[in-house]
């Protein structure tokens, strides 16, 4: 690795997980595996070089849900969290948030999505910042 690679690494490495793990008490190397797990998971490790300005909307998306799951919280809140992937990605992380949720994480999402509402175990509906309605789906979110 050059001198530029090791500095961009740590700058991804901060972004995804070394402060909030640091906080955990988990050690650097586990830290950093960690990373380069959470990298290859959501499609990203070609984009470990670059800063987060020069990621895409929904590049920067997909580093935020990363950096949202890698410590696997009892607790997610997501707003809008694929409003910026194409329908293939948004499906994926709906399908992992599912998978989060049938392991015990609690996800609470805002979204103005159908699709990804209908994830949900209840949807409740909200108007000019009033309850208007709610169900319960039973799907798993």
Not at 53 to 72: D, H, P, T
Request: proline residues 4%.
């Amino acid at each position: 690795m050059k001198p530029a690679d090791v500095y961009t690494f740590v700058a991804i490495a901060v972004l995804l997980a070394d402060i909030p793990l640091s906080y955990r008490n988990v050690k650097g190397s586990e830290r950093a595996a960690m990373v380069c797990d959470a990298l290859d998971r959501f499609h990203i490790v070609g984009k470990r070089d670059l800063y987060p300005s020069q990621l895409s909307g929904g590049q920067q998306q997909l580093v935020a849900v990363a950096r949202a799951v890698i410590a696997n919280p009892k607790l997610i809140l997501a707003d809008e969290p694929t409003g910026n992937l194409h329908s293939t990605q948004g499906k994926e992380i709906m399908e992992l948030f599912k998978k989060l949720n049938d392991e015990g994480t609690t996800i609470v999402q805002v979204t103005h999505s159908e699709a990804n509402a209908a994830y949900s175990d209840r949807i409740i509906q909200l108007a000019d910042g009033w309850i208007v309605g709610g169900e319960a789906s039973g799907k798993g979110v």
